[in-house]
């Protein structure tokens, strides 16, 4: 399906509140280790969202779910991002936290530890095929896999999506998360996505396969268009079984990893639909998530601050 070129981008996704830790060298196990600490707006679907405002979606859209605790402050933040947020308040769950500790070595590498809280509540109720109208492409939060209710807003969403002929794309979101759904049942759920955006560890472990070519282009025989996001080797571009384009990585001086992959793939459906091939929205993609690991924190530079 070719997304219509004046559409809003819709994505469903988390929104959490990240909590970054970065330090240098190996955790001290059983006492103190010195990191500069910041609480910050996150999640993979607001960021993605944040960053496809930044690469020029002139109407970006977001649903999540959040707690009463942090509603107005995300709500600022997004809206301060170029983005509409259409955020449903859980009465009964606080906002989703993520820490992320950062080893600010050469790679920046991070790890997270996840409470999704609000974020994993959302579900079909807080659904209606309305949210559609006027969209050009829908975005999945490969998050929303990974609990029960967000399953069934994702069932409900990819019909509706099929009914009105509007693109679907999926981020994986999770290698860890992924293992314990179980790859057969994750490549069940996706069907009828058009555009998959895994990480490169994240399309090894969904075809068992050691070469992420080889495993880009497995993907891409049941999806459409897959997508492979390889940090600082690139991305790969697969379709019908085969890779047909290698985009090479923008050289960059990592400060912090966290959300990389979100500005890969905001600036990626950004880019579609502005009405770009998949090849250069690739490279639009790899200039985002370069310049994302130049900055703490997952989110692109706010409207406001440009």
């Given at each position: 399906m070719t997304a219509k070129p004046d559409g809003a981008l819709l994505v469903v996704g988390d929104v959490v509140t990240d909590v970054v830790a970065r330090h240098r060298g190996p955790l001290a196990a059983g006492t103190?280790?010195?990191?500069?600490?910041?609480?910050?707006?996150?999640g993979a679907g607001a960021n993605v969202a944040c960053w496809a405002a930044y690469g020029g979606c002139g109407d970006v859209r977001l649903l999540g779910r959040v707690g009463a605790d942090a509603s107005v402050w995300h709500e600022r933040e997004l809206a301060a991002?170029?983005?509409?947020?259409?955020?449903?308040?859980?009465?009964?769950?606080?906002?989703?936290?993520?820490?992320?500790?950062?080893?600010?070595?050469?790679?920046?590498?991070?790890?997270?530890?996840?409470?999704?809280?609000?974020?994993?509540?959302?579900?079909?109720?807080?659904?209606?095929?309305?949210?559609?109208?006027?969209?050009?492409?829908?975005?999945?939060?490969?998050?929303?896999?990974?609990?029960?209710?967000?399953?069934?807003?994702?069932?409900?969403?990819?019909?509706?999506?099929?009914?009105?002929?509007?693109?679907?794309?999926?981020?994986?979101?999770?290698?860890?998360?992924?293992?314990?759904?179980?790859?057969?049942r994750f490549l069940g759920l996706v069907e009828g996505v058009d555009v998959l955006l895994p990480?490169?560890?994240?399309?090894?472990?969904?075809?068992?396969?050691?070469?992420t070519a080889d495993a880009a282009a497995k993907l891409s025989r049941h999806v459409p268009l897959v997508i492979v996001k390889q940090g600082a080797e690139g991305a790969?571009?697969?379709?019908?079984?085969?890779?047909?384009?290698?985009?090479?990585?923008?050289?960059?001086?990592?400060r912090d990893s966290t959300g990389a992959g979100d500005a890969f793939t905001g600036a990626f459906l950004a880019a579609l639909l502005a009405g770009a091939e998949p090849e250069e929205a690739a490279v639009a993609g790899c200039r985002a998530g370069a310049r994302a690991v130049e900055r703490v924190g997952g989110r692109p530079p706010r409207t406001a601050d440009l």
């Open positions: 103190d280790t010195a990191a500069s600490i910041r609480r910050l707006p996150g991002h170029g983005v509409r947020p259409l955020l449903v308040v859980d009465a009964a769950a606080p906002t989703g936290t993520v820490i992320c500790l950062v080893d600010t070595g050469d790679e920046a590498e991070r790890t997270f530890l996840t409470d999704s809280g609000a974020a994993l509540r959302i579900g079909p109720d807080d659904w209606s095929d309305t949210l559609l109208d006027g969209v050009g492409r829908l975005h999945l939060s490969g998050y929303l896999l990974f609990s029960e209710p967000s399953r069934a807003l994702v069932s409900a969403a990819l019909a509706a999506a099929r009914a009105r002929g509007v693109p679907v794309s999926l981020d994986p979101a999770s290698a860890g998360f992924l293992t314990g759904l179980g790859v057969d990480s490169r560890d994240e399309a090894c472990l969904l075809t068992g396969l050691p070469d790969l571009v697969a379709r019908s079984g085969t890779v047909s384009t290698r985009v090479a990585a923008v050289t960059a001086s990592p």
